[in-house]
């Protein structure tokens, strides 16, 4: 498991999030118009022998493997690979998560780029979103895993403006309890619940390192 430490204050950190932050966003805004477009196909070939040049200039210089968790020595954290809130991941929507006491919430939109059903959201995406959240309400510190997630699909998730929130029910020594909801503006489309472990790497004492 890679958690990787970095050497870098605040105005890099910033500098960094300046510079990929919007090219993930602009990366989301080419999916979103592949999807959608209508455009001749000559147009469709120019573009997709542009986005191939773009992607070799990118792979020019590039790490080995996916991106992990890094953070500065300050504590800061910098999960920019992270599939729902990575600052330089395009399939992340990206969610930006709210914290308060044992609650967490986040408001974010989802496009074409997540449906499933027609005009709706893939249940495996209203999962991915629930984990996610359900799992940063269980700790706001340590690494907790995710032992069970329980979902109850209530009814089908509009693409457009969406809520996830969650809060701690219960903590049992290593195992944290979280129920949670995704909604629209009509109200809860998926309940969910969740059993959040904390590796064994990380609890008091241990000697094992991630892996
Ligand atoms: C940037 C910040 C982001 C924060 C939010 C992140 C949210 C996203 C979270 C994820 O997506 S994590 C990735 C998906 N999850 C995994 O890949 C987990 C894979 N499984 C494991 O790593 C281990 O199986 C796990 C850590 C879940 C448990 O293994 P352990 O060996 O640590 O469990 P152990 O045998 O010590 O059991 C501890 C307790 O948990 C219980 N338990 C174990 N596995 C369970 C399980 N799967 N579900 C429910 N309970 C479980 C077990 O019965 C026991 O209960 P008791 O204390 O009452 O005896």
Redesign the pocket.
Known sequence: MRFTAEDIDGHEVARREALYGPLAEAVRELVDATIRTEVDAAAVQEVEATVRAATARLRDRQIDGAFG?RYTEDGR?M?WG?V??GLRNPIAPPLTVHRERDRCWSEFTLGAAYEGPPGHVHGGICALVL??V???A??PEK??????LTLRYRRATPLGPLRAEARIDRV????TYVVGALSDSDGVTVEAEG??????WAREGSTTTPT
Do not use: Q, R
């Not at 690494?143 to 069970?148: A, E, K």
């Not at 049992?172 to 195992?175: A, H, I, P, Q, T």
């Open positions: 968790v954290i999960p992270n729902v809130i984990d996610h359900l799992g940063s269980s700790s690494p907790n895993f995710t032992g069970t049992d020594g290593v195992k059993v959040f472990i904390l590796p064994v």
